[in-house]
């Protein structure tokens, strides 16, 4: 991966706002990209960039959740944290039911916010970090070989050694060197490890 | 017969009898005549002689048809033959005015009496006559002034009435006959009363008519009485009665003469009657009016002018500039004057718009329109005209006025209330920019390094910058949610659409809606109200993106234009929504008449009554390609 810092994307058509955003983000040492519409952030995202996205939920043209949306439909783990105005709750409760991580109203303690997207960029960091721990047991489930591959959705269904012989029509001897195997290649320190590694293999990217 | 009769001793006895005869018959005044069966004179006596000129030996045995003019004497002989065949007399026994003929040829009147000699043989016949010229000439003379006072009763063009005691009619003259309808015969003897009068009032004449017979009233007693003529119609007669008397002074009768008035009197009651009219209507409109003759200002008012002003018209009629400095208020007086003078000098027209004070203190409010009208007199001029009281008027309009601003008003605020959410968003940019950026400045002071100098003024420039947006936003709104009356100013189009982004814009990017103003280079000025024409563009700006929020596939965009047309700048507001159902398109501009769940309905009828009060036009066609575009012109300012 590259190491680009996380960064914190703002999304405000109105100047005024997002130049003071910037400006607030900078002092205190975030770094900050600023977009005068969801269309031009679109135009230039990358989902590998970690970061957060400070997102004014009413704009002309795309709104803020209409990128939402589009950012759910190609499966962007962005992290959002949506600026609302006085009178758009329903709106900032239809954002939290698809996602995001909170709203802010304007105007805001510069604290809240803060708070919030350090709370954002925790979880694109989690994200990130649980993609990649994913992504590695992926890797091992992939060394398996298909009769390991058996006994290992087997043993996780809960089957005991002589249960699982005598599924697969074999001595229960056969079964524990298979089960150790793949003990060994999925780095599994216990069952419990084993069980939750599959659970998160199986999750949804 | 007597055999022993001594013949001459009868001889003689019959010789006197006969001279006694013929002295009787000399002696006689009227003239006596003897004739036999065929007419032949037999006797003649001496006033026969002295009447005809004849002597008795010049007529003896001679026709009496000599005595005659014609055509009696060529009829009398035919005459007397039928009397002896049928003993039918047309004279005998009866005396008859006759015309006789002298010697001289000479024709007199004479009265004649005939009677039939008896005795044995032919009949014979005596004729006494008596020439009544003179009583003649004297009854003619009489008839004669009779008849001319007759003609000149007929010739009075009034009724000429007498009245015996007994109340019948004694004399009445031709107009009287024309104006009861009778012929003098069919009145003359009857009773006036029962004849003339209606029955509810014949007690009250017949009373009258006593009064005036015993002298109680004065001579020549002037009355008027209702007759009824011979068709039953009412007549109202004026009279002037008095009372005629015979020569020992008893009343014996009354004569009137009457003068037909029922259509003067009808004519006098209309006159007053629409005089009485003519009142009333001026105090039902509270109009008088005037004349005034001029250069004097001599003026006559009518009683309502009087009314209007509260000033006694029994203290004498004012003149016009006694009016002015009387009952005109003192702060309209001197304008008074002067339109006045200049109306009549310039025009001849004066058309003015005034107070009057009235001696309680109160104030009315008073239209004067008046003309010039042509004098016989080439130095002095006549103004009439009116005094028009139009302070309920007034008051009136001034309550509409009221209440149209009130509505006005109220619609303003129901328009910005549906424009809140947009509005309270455009301020609330400002604050948090506002507030972000100052909260950044306190970090950057904060830092060690305290922040670089430029970025704190920037920041600085950015939050001053801010607040006079928020200000200008709140300013704004002020003016327009301002209840305020009415005022007009000259009026860029352009200057003021582009003013009015600042409330319109907001409302429109909160519904995600794009304004587009598309405005001619410049527009000619127009004189308007700004604040009621920005009411009438946010409430179509408002409508349009009502519109689109309904239209989901729409464009989502309003645009504005302006441009010049003809003499008038129209302004446009046009939206690509889904247009305007028949229906509502006939109740649109009707109050109380809305499709949006919380609406007022106001709001278009109120901008059609701003845009027809600024003598313009507001109206609504399709959008080429759909939607709906609104439009509405201002007459651009003479010589802008």
Redesign the interface.
């Known amino acids: 991966m590259k190491e680009k810092p996380a960064t914190v994307f703002v999304v405000d058509d109105?100047d005024?706002?997002r130049?003071?955003?910037r400006?607030?983000l900078?002092?205190?040492g975030l770094p900050v990209e600023t977009f005068a519409s969801a269309q031009e952030f679109v135009d230039s995202f990358d989902a590998e960039r970690a970061g957060c996205l400070v997102l004014d939920i009413?704009m002309?043209?795309m709104?803020g959740l209409e990128l939402q949306q589009r950012l759910n439909e190609i499966h962007a783990i962005v992290p959002i944290v949506f600026i609302t105005?006085?009178?758009d709750v329903p709106m900032a409760v239809e954002a939290m039911q698809h996602g995001a991580v909170d709203f802010i109203q304007?105007?805001?303690?510069?604290q809240d916010l803060i708070d919030r997207i350090n709370q954002a960029l925790e979880k694109d960091r989690d994200n990130r970090a649980g993609l990649k721990e994913r992504d590695a047991i992926r890797r091992r489930m992939q060394q398996l070989t298909p009769r390991e591959r058996e006994v290992l959705d087997l043993v996780t269904q809960g089957k005991a050694n002589k249960v699982i012989a005598g599924d697969l029509n074999v001595s229960q001897r056969t079964v524990e060197i298979h089960r150790a195997r793949v003990m060994e290649k999925m780095g599994a320190s216990s069952l419990a490890h084993l069980v939750r590694m599959v659970i998160e293999a199986e999750r949804a990217t | 017969m007597p055999t022993n009769a001594d013949p001459a001793t009868a001889a003689s006895h019959s010789q006197q009898v006969t001279n006694e005869l013929k002295a009787l018959l000399d002696a006689a005044v009227d003239g006596v005549i003897v004739i036999d069966h065929k007419g032949s004179i037999e006797t003649f006596n001496a006033a026969a002689e002295r009447l005809f000129g004849y002597t008795a030996a010049e007529v003896a045995g001679k026709n009496i048809n000599m005595l005659m003019p014609d055509p009696y004497s060529s009829g009398h002989d035919q005459y007397m033959q039928n009397y002896q065949r049928t003993g039918k007399a047309r004279i005998i026994g009866i005396g008859r005015e006759i015309s006789a003929q002298r010697r001289d040829g000479t024709i007199f009147p004479a009265s004649l009496a005939v009677g039939e000699i008896p005795g044995s043989g032919a009949k014979r016949f005596v004729g006494f006559l008596h020439d009544i010229s003179a009583r003649k000439a004297a009854t003619d003379a009489l008839r004669r002034e009779r008849d001319r006072a007759q003609s000149y009763l007929d010739l009075a063009q009034v009724m000429l009435l007498a009245i015996a005691n007994s109340g019948h009619i004694t004399l009445i003259n031709r107009k009287g006959c024309e104006i009861l309808g009778y012929t003098e015969t069919e009145l003359v003897g009857r009773d006036w009363f029962e004849q003339c009068i209606a029955e509810p009032h014949r007690e009250a004449a017949r009373a009258t008519l006593a009064a005036t017979l015993r002298g109680d009233t004065s001579l020549l007693e002037y009355s008027e009485d209702e007759v009824v003529t011979s068709d039953g119609e009412i007549k109202l007669i004026a009279w002037r009665t008095t009372r005629v008397t015979d020569e020992e002074g008893r009343a014996i009768g009354t004569l009137s003469s009457g003068e037909d008035v029922t259509d003067q009197r009808h004519a006098e009651q209309a006159l007053k009657r629409s005089e009485q009219l003519l009142r009333s209507a001026q105090a039902i409109a509270k109009l008088g009016n005037f004349e005034i003759h001029e250069p004097d200002g001599a003026a006559l008012w009518s009683q309502q002018v009087y009314d209007i002003t509260g000033r006694d018209p029994d203290s004498g009629a004012l003149l016009l500039k006694e009016y002015a400095a009387d009952c005109v208020h003192p702060d309209d007086r001197a304008r008074f004057l002067h339109d006045w003078r200049r109306g009549v000098a310039e025009t001849g027209r004066i058309d003015l718009e005034y107070r009057i004070v009235r001696p309680d203190g109160s104030t009315r409010v008073v239209q004067t329109l008046a003309q010039t009208v042509p004098s016989n007199d080439a130095q002095s001029l006549i103004i009439t005209g009116t005094v028009h009281d139009i302070t309920e008027r007034k008051l009136a309009e001034e309550e509409l006025r009221l209440g149209q601003e009130r509505l006005t008003h109220v619609a303003r605020l129901s328009t910005m209330g549906e424009m809140a959410?947009g509005l309270?968003?455009e301020i609330?940019?400002?604050?948090?920019?506002?507030?972000?950026?100052a909260?950044?400045l306190v970090?950057?002071m904060d830092?060690p390094s305290g922040?670089e100098r430029a970025?704190l003024r920037e920041?600085l420039v950015?939050i001053t910058?801010?607040a006079l947006?928020a200000g200008e936003v709140i300013r704004r709104l002020r003016a327009f949610v301002k209840n305020r009356a009415a005022k007009t100013e000259t009026l860029d189009l352009n200057r003021l659409i582009e003013d009015l982004r600042v409330l319109a814009e907001p409302d429109a990017?909160?519904n995600?809606v794009?304004l587009i103003l598309t405005l001619a280079p410049s527009v000619p000025p127009v004189a308007a109200d700004p604040v009621q024409i920005q009411q009438v563009l946010l409430n179509l700006v408002r409508n349009a993106i009502d519109a689109l929020l309904e239209a989901p596939g729409a464009p989502r965009q309003v645009v504005v234009t302006t441009q010049l047309v003809g003499q008038d700048v129209e302004v446009c507001v046009i939206d690509q929504a889904g247009g305007i159902p028949p229906e509502v398109a006939v109740n649109l501009f009707n109050p109380f008449f809305t499709t949006k769940a919380t609406g007022t309905g106001l709001g278009l009828a109120i901008s059609h009554s701003i845009i027809r009060a600024h003598r313009g036009k507001l109206g609504h066609r399709p959008t080429p390609g759909g939607g709906t575009t609104f439009h509405f012109t201002l007459p651009q300012l003479p010589g802008g």
């Not at chain 1, 304007?106 to 510069?110: A, S, Y």
């Not at chain 2, 609330?428 to 950026?437: K, M, S």
């Open positions: 109105d005024a706002v130049t003071s955003l400006l607030l900078k002092s205190v009413r002309p043209g709104s105005g006085h009178g304007k105007p805001f303690r510069d | 959410t309270a968003h609330n940019q400002p604050l948090t920019a506002i507030a972000t950026y909260q950044a970090r950057m830092s922040g970025e920041a950015q910058s801010q947006r990017r909160v995600d794009r």
